[in-house]
């Protein structure tokens, strides 16, 4: 079965062909980080409308770089929800048009359960596992117990683990993207150079970021001599620390040891070598997916939309996108 997954949610075009779930046949993202890196951050207006641009050539030259037709799909699968809603109409709109004018199902996705799905392109993860998403609009951690059986167990009350990179990136006077940019930094920096705080909520697995964001902030006020890279690293060591902390607390408290990540910070060298040594001592089986894989694909949309159809789950063209849409 061949599904052509389009994911429009935030500031990426993507577009990409998945056989049988797992194997991509070909992908394709267009960034518009040159777009938003001048503003810091992702102006939905101009994100829209780049979606328009560029959807055609995008769906365009993944058919074309695996030579094959629009008659040839199987299915189609858009991510509906959540993100940006005219980010989300965009990629929306355009695969209803295609698949109503090419009589080719439609399948609707949550992007959330994309980034789950990520990992069946390159893993046969054994359920239950733990699932960390940590990107620029999502961090939370879902214990996934089958197919689109998700129990979710800890989520940000505030900022996103991606977003507080781009905050703090910016603070730093760089632009956007900022996660690749500190991950960088941070390789010439010492981790213990500042003692950032990491914030714990009492009885709840929850994450909060934007004290850490804060005290960067008045760090750089204080003490506008530092490195960068000391910042930088001292910044990353606190995100990972807390993201690491609230996955093993789950792991012994619910006895699950098969681990995943998921989601544009956990592209992160430092968050990947943590996890990497966290799963060696805790002997964790660790589904780490490509870094590409981790930021913004149409692949996992795919592969998502594959188990959604093979179940019989079709949209129809009352399919609307929503902003927001809890996963479980
Ligand atoms: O998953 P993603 O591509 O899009 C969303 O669904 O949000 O994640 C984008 C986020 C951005 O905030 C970006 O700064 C962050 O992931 N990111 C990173 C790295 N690469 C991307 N954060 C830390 N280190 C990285 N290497
Ligand atoms: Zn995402």
């Not at 905050?167 to 981790?191: C, E, M, Q, S, T």
Request: with cysteine; glycine share 8%.
């Amino acid at each position: 079965m061949l599904i052509l997954g389009i994911d429009t949610s935030c500031d990426d075009t993507a577009a990409a062909i998945v056989e049988n779930g797992h194997r991509i046949i070909s992908s394709a993202v267009s960034s518009q980080n040159e777009i938003h890196e001048k503003y810091g951050g992702i102006v939905p207006e101009l994100a829209s409308r780049r979606h328009i641009e560029m959807i055609w050539p995008v769906v365009d030259d993944v058919l074309s770089n695996a030579s094959l037709k629009i008659s040839d799909l199987s299915a189609i699968a858009v991510t509906y929800a959540p993100g940006l809603i005219g980010s989300l109409l965009v990629g929306v709109c355009f695969a209803k048009s295609i698949s109503f004018v090419n009589n080719i199902p439609l399948v609707a996705v949550n992007h959330l359960e994309g980034h789950i799905f990520s990992i069946f392109l390159e893993y046969t993860p054994q359920f239950p596992f733990i699932v960390l998403i940590a990107s620029g609009g999502h961090t939370c951690i879902y214990i996934v117990s089958d197919f689109g059986n998700y129990t979710e167990m800890g989520r940000t009350r505030d900022d996103a683990a991606g977003e507080a990179y781009d905050k703090v990136a910016k603070l730093l006077g760089f632009g956007y993207p900022g996660g690749p940019i500190i991950d960088n930094l941070a390789r010439k920096g010492d981790p213990s150079a500042i003692a950032f705080p990491r914030a714990r909520l009492r009885n709840s697995f929850d994450f909060s970021f934007s004290g850490l964001k804060t005290s960067v902030l008045y760090h750089i006020k204080k003490n506008p001599d530092t490195r960068k890279e000391d910042i930088a690293a001292s910044f990353q060591a606190a995100v990972t620390d807390v993201l690491l902390a609230r996955v093993r607390e789950i792991s012994e408290k619910e006895n699950i040891m098969n681990v995943a990540l998921s989601g544009g910070v956990s592209a992160n060298s430092g968050l990947r070598n943590s996890f990497r040594n966290a799963a060696a001592e805790k002997r964790w089986e660790l589904y780490l997916p490509s870094r590409s894989l981790c930021t913004d694909n149409a692949a996992m949309i795919a592969s998502s939309g594959f188990y959604r159809f093979k179940r019989g789950e079709t949209a129809d063209m009352s399919l609307n996108p929503k902003a927001y849409l809890p996963l479980a």
